[in-house]
């Protein structure tokens, strides 16, 4: 902090009052004390340049403001200059004029003035600090509020037990934490003494630790012997000179779960020392700092705490087919609690297929993280039981509003299905924005998706609709913090995107930085999640589907097929499980669904096989089986040889599948 902020920061008021013509005729004690003045001289003798603001002020009757050089007692010195034009007096003699100056004042003086030190502190500059939440922030703008105003250095500590409630009770004086410093001359001598954020433990005897054990201000003298010890229990003998004649005053800053630290005040010799009054004009500086410390604070505690809720809840690790490329974004909006209820998922299923889940939970905060955390659980439950994309939000919809009984929630969401090995994806939206296609070679286009009402309202059905995907296809998912602007038409910021990707990027993470950076730059902008994918299918050679008779020759058709199929893969050593396998699932399905039948098998990531038909009932494996009985034990010959095994929904009935690993 230089020479020059403090003089321009400190500063006194002179009031005088001029006649039309420009004669002084009125001046306060203040004006008589700086200024070489006496009463009859003209303005303009005493302030160079007032003359002429001073009769525009007279000719038009409006308030003037500018910047002067005053020649005071200390010097020349830049003052504002505020001309206050006066009603028409009885006496055309009377005062006409008011000019209020704000002159710095002079170095040696700026603490001897009791009123001037009061009203520069806690009227003029520690309202600035009101709205300021960020903790390091505030120490700053404080310590630079008691520096130039009540002394020439001030440091502000806080414990850290208070900055951490996890931090363990310390035996003896407690640690602190050194947030800010600010001298008014600029001396590094200052910053490289107690540097900023260092941590601080007192002596026992210090004032420092009487200051914190019994919560009242302390007021030293420090002459030269005081000083030295001073240094010696600071293990820095530096510290001496700085000290060495200096006038020390602590402030504690207490709310009402305790102290939370003080701040150290210090007057050079060149300065009055600290006196009751100072203490007093002190104390209330610090008891109003306290409130913004706590608030600030209390804001960060819960900020930090939200944060870590929403980035345990954010995925870390997305799950699709080999053929599905996927790369995500999240971005806190601009606002001061970077936490909101965006969200993504990928999800793998059964089949070469991969759920794709995009959310934005209305409001910020912890509340909405919390509310987007059951989203994501219950959105995992629903693709674990293969519901299909507008059933799925149904259902979420339904949770939203049981969540919405006492406080109302909502929500949009955008599902997608991708199907690696039919190339075609399902989509559903619940109030979202619609998904961005682009196929290569082709312009990007959004997806026509029925609409439907965000979840939590519960107002009209879900729609699905399937679209075909080329191979190589981008999908893209957003939130509309991608897209909104405060000043600008939503459309505006679709047509931003799609430019974006007509241009086109082979690289996906380059593709959602120019995302980012070509939509929207917008400081007061929403949260932004977003989720894209390049779409492969699966090779050809990758998947058979089998046509079977419903027959009880389609067991052993199915043993033959698959026993070929494995041999031509190269999965001999599978063949065996896999035959058996086949046939359970094969002889489930003549027996009680009836129909056509169709055994597929896909090869990605594991061996999966799936057996189609035309009834809808789930089969359960039912335990308690009698062990002699001819059948009942099919299921669960899958369950035990099977890594994993389900059932999933398909619009003519329902497919079981199960799948094993690939030999290493």
Known sequence: MSHNRVMESSTRILILGMDSSGKVLQFDRNAAAVLRIEPGVPLDEVIAGAGAPLCETVRSGR???????????????????????????????????????????????????????????????????????DLDLLARGLVEVAVPHLCNVASLLLLESALDPEEPPAAG?????????????????????????????????????????????????????????????????????LFKGASLLLLPITEAGGLLGFFVCVRTPAHRPFDAYDVEVGMEFASRAAILVECAHRYGRERATALTLQRSLLPT????????????????????????GDWY?????????????????????????????????????????????AEALERLDALMRTLGEREPHFATCAYVVYDAVSGRCEVASAGHPPPLLAAPGSPAAYLDVPPAPPLGIGDGPVVSREFPVADGTLLF?????????????IDV?????????????????????????????????????????????????DH?????????????????????????????????TAVLLAS?????????????????????????????????????????????????????????????????????????????????
């Open 63 to 133: 308030e003037r403001t500018v910047m002067l050089s005053v020649e005071t007692s200390g010097g020349a010195h830049e003052a504002v200059v505020t001309l206050h034009p006066l009603s028409a007096a009885a006496d055309p003699d009377g005062v006409a004029v008011l000019a209020l100056v704000r002159v710095p004042v002079p170095h040696a003086e700026r603490f001897v003035d009791p009123a001037l030190v009061r009203r520069a502190l806690l009227d003029d500059a520690l309202p600035r600090l009101g709205s300021t939440l």
């Open 317 to 340: 690790d997305l799950s699709a087919p080999a053929t599905v490329e996927l790369r995500h974004r999240y971005l806190p909006g601009g606002r001061l609690i970077e936490v909101g």
């Open 544 to 576: 058979v589907a089998f046509a079977l008779p419903a027959e009880p020759a389609a067991a052993r058709r199915a043993r033959g097929l698959v026993r070929e199929r494995l041999r031509r893969w190269g999965l001999g050593a599978l063949a065996d």
């Open 173 to 241: 004086v407690a640690p602190m934490r050194r947030m800010a410093l600010a001298t008014d001359d600029g001396d590094s001598a200052w910053d490289a003494a107690f540097p900023t954020g260092e941590a601080v433990v007192y002596p026992d005897d210090s004032p420092y630790a009487r200051c914190l054990a019994t919560g009242e201000p302390v007021r030293v003298t420090l002459d030269a012997e005081s000083a030295v010890r001073l240094a010696a229990e600071w293990r820095r003998p530096p510290v001496a000179d």
């Open 477 to 489: 998912l957003y939130t509309d913090g991608l897209v909104e602007h405060r000043a600008r038409d």
């Open 345 to 389: 998922e990928a999800i793998a299923l059964p089949g070469a297929r991969v759920a794709l889940v995009v959310g934005d939970v209305a409001g910020h905060g912890v509340r909405a993280a919390v509310t987007m955390g059951r989203l994501r659980t219950a959105i995992q439950t629903l693709a674990a039981l293969d519901l299909p994309p």
């Open 493 to 541: 910021g679709f047509d931003r995107l799609r430019a974006v990707f007509d241009r086109g990027a082979g690289d996906l993470d380059e593709l959602c930085r120019e995302t980012l950076d070509g939509v929207f730059d917008d400081h007061q902008r929403d949260d932004i999640a977003m989720l894209l994918a390049r779409l492969h299918r699966i090779p050809e050679e």
């Open 584 to 664: 359970e699932l094969v002889t489930n399905a003549y027996r009680h669904a009836g129909g056509p039948i169709t055994l597929r098998l896909i090869r990605e990531g594991g061996l999966v096989l799936e057996v189609f038909d035309s009834y809808d009932g789930q089969p359960r494996v039912r335990a308690g089986e009698d062990v002699c009985a001819d059948g009942g034990r099919g299921l669960q010959v899958v369950a035990r040889l099977s890594r994993r095994w389900g059932v999933r929904c398909t619009p003519g009935g329902k497919a079981v599948w199960c799948e094993l690993p690939l030999p290493r």
